[in-house]
Structure formats: structure tokens, C-alpha cells
């Protein structure tokens, strides 16, 4: 197994960490509710909950950007999609 700190994907998990997500994150089949990081196991790199818990709501909405360069756009003022 690589050493933890050289960033190399040591192996070949269909999840972060594992063959098995029930063993690394929590999803409809195993859950009901969001849990702290950290009560499943880590994937190679000592990471937590890097599959399955929780989706990350962005305060931007879907909708079109400007065209050209940008520094953090923040997309459309109204709508009801949110970026995930």
C-alpha cells in the first residue's frame, strides 16, 4: 500500500476507501439522516466521508454565467435549482 501522505491512489475501490459503501458512507440503504464525519472508515488517504453523507448545496442557482473570464460568478438571482 502507498504511504498515506504521497497523494497515489493505492488501490482500485469502487468507493473512497472501499469495495463496500456501507463501509466508508452513508446513503438511503444504510441511513436516514446526515452523521458526523469521521464514524465510517477512511479511504487511503486518512480522508472521511468522502462518498455517500451529504450533497453540497451551493448558494449559486443553475442558470447561464456571462461569457468570458469570471472570479466567482454567482449565477442567477432567482430560480429554484441550486448547483450541488
Not at 441511513?31 to 472508515?41: D, F, I, N, R
Not at 447561464?64 to 442567477?76: H, L, S, V
Request: proline share 5%; glycine share 14%; net charge negative.
Amino acid at each position: 500500500m502507498a504511504d498515506i501522505t504521497d497523494g497515489v491512489e493505492s488501490n482500485d475501490y469502487l468507493y473512497a476507501g472501499s469495495d463496500t459503501l456501507a463501509d466508508v458512507g452513508w446513503y438511503t440503504g444504510n441511513s436516514s439522516q446526515s452523521h458526523p464525519v469521521g464514524e465510517k472508515a477512511p479511504n487511503e488517504l486518512g480522508l472521511y466521508d468522502m462518498s455517500g453523507n451529504v450533497w453540497e448545496w451551493c448558494h449559486d442557482r443553475i442558470g447561464d454565467y456571462e461569457n468570458g473570464a469570471q472570479t466567482n460568478p454567482i449565477g442567477p438571482g432567482t430560480g429554484f435549482y441550486r448547483v450541488r
